[in-house]
């Protein structure tokens, strides 16, 4: 029986652990549609962003209450990592609770520690769900979390407290069936573990032998199908950021959040034009069968690599939404929905190569219009508030700026204020429709 549970428990590892490398492969497909873009400078200071920012949670105790509530549910998933291992040992070998012996007292100290976590986890997952359900978080409740999003939020809570109700039933069963000595580790006594010393013997005190080895397999083997369910829907879910949040923060952009990038093109023109010992036909003479260079972006392909691993970073968590000058009076743009959008038109264009056999065939479709409109892209301000907050360093700004930038030097769609601004400025250099003559005739005024 222990082989046949042993066999079953790798079969399920392998094929579990083979599907998400198979969604991960895509993922990681993906993103490299994306432009190239190079990241590697400034290594020491990428990681300690990367450890401040993403391990650290940082910038998620701007706002305290939901922070704590975020970094009991966050730290409780990185210690019960340590058991975990243990239950993938004790699988494979079918041996029960294998660091019991040789850790003694620490052990205990481990998975107490492991147990507390899990009751703040739970308290905090009850919360969350009574703000998202009950008091209806403004953020949380906006036009674009209505169907799958907001049951997508809902599941992973649901399935968290799944997860802590298997640590506890595990456990406090076990804790039963070793004052009696019946448990599948040999000795008698007590664990001692702090919550499940008390909780075990209060809840299935009163079962029989049978029941209760029913019960510690149902949570032992609960945990585990809970951590291989979860681990593959992160692919279809928000929640990819416990994983893309480290990368994330490492390939953020470390300059000044007021700093633009030129399009390398344009800039090299400019630097052509401004400097007089420059000799333009010393350069190799263009290939006349080249594809000419676009200008900003229009669809998902081009914009860069980091904008894409943006949007499958992106939490939904609308703390970018809620500050937006534009979405607050009543704008259009919600940068929370700027990046769903992005990351939904990306996931249809890994659709069509998988398809199509790893080509992607012309959809009539495009980021542009069909999923993000002028309005949006518009709407902004550029005040870079979003980009302050997001608490894994996302920003929503980047990929409007390059869509602004494919409506003004491809399409000349700009609105007509700003048409008029940048004729003038090309006309009189000045944004307002007289000369440079008259702009001195304010000193001949009395």
């Known amino acids: 029986m222990q082989i046949l549970s042993s066999i079953l428990f790798i079969a399920l590892t392998v094929v579990g652990f083979g ?77 029960h609770r294998i660091f019991k012996e040789p850790l003694g007292g620490f052990y205990t100290f481990i998975i107490s520690l492991i147990e507390i976590l899990s009751v703040a986890a739970l308290t905090a997952t009850i919360i969350f769900l009574s703000r998202r359900n009950l008091l209806k978080l403004p953020r949380l409740n906006m036009k674009e979390m209505l169907g799958w999003p907001k049951k997508d939020a809902n599941l992973i809570l649901i399935m968290e407290l799944v997860l802590v109700l298997c640590i506890f039933t595990m456990n406090g069963t076990d804790e ?31 079962l029989s032998e049978g029941t209760l080895h029913v019960l510690e397999r149902i949570g032992w083997w609960g945990h585990f199908f809970m951590v291989l369910t979860f681990l593959n829907y992160l692919y279809f879910s928000k929640h990819l950021h416990i994983l893309l949040a480290f990368p994330n923060t490492y390939f953020a952009n470390l300059n000044p959040l007021g700093q633009f990038s030129n399009l390398e093109a344009v800039t090299n023109e400019v630097k052509l034009m401004m400097d007089p010992n420059a000799d333009p036909f010393a350069a ?74 790893g080509t992607f065939v012309e959809d009539g479709k495009s980021l542009l219009n069909d999923y993000i409109t002028p309005e949006e892209l518009w709407a902004c301000t550029t005040c870079n508030a979003c980009v302050e907050e997001c608490p894994i360093e996302i920003s929503p700004l980047s990929i409007i700026m390059d869509m602004r930038q494919f409506l003004v030097m491809e399409q000349s769609a700009a609105p007509m204020e700003l048409n008029n601004m940048m004729t003038n400025i090309e006309n009189n250099s000045a944004p307002w429709q007289y000369s440079q003559m008259d702009r001195l005739n304010w000193k001949d005024e009395n």
């Open 19 to 95: 599907l998400f490398a198979r969604n991960a492969k895509k993922i990681y497909r993906n993103i490299k549609l994306g432009r190239p873009i190079d990241r590697t400078d400034r290594s020491s200071d990428r990681f300690k962003n990367m450890l401040l920012v993403a391990f650290g949670q940082k910038k998620m105790f701007t706002r305290p209450v939901p922070a704590l509530l975020h970094f009991a549910i966050y730290a409780a998933f990185m210690i019960t990592q340590i058991e975990l291992i243990e239950i993938f040992i004790d699988g494979i070998f079918g041996t």
């Open 176 to 206: 039963v069936l070793f004052n009696r000595g019946a448990s599948h580790f040999a000795g008698q006594g007590s664990f001692n573990f702090t919550i499940s010393q008390f909780v075990g013997p209060a809840v299935f005190g009163s």
């Open 284 to 357: 190799p003479a263009p290939d006349e069968n080249a594809v000419p260079a676009k200008f900003g972006a229009s669809d998902v392909m081009d914009l860069h690599q980091v904008q894409l691993l943006n949007a499958y970073s992106c939490t939904e968590c609308g703390r970018c939404t809620s500050v937006c000058p534009a979405n607050i009076t009543g704008k259009k743009l919600s940068p929370r929905l700027i990046m769903m959008k992005t990351r939904d038109r990306l996931e249809e264009v890994g659709r069509n190569i998988d398809t199509n056999k």
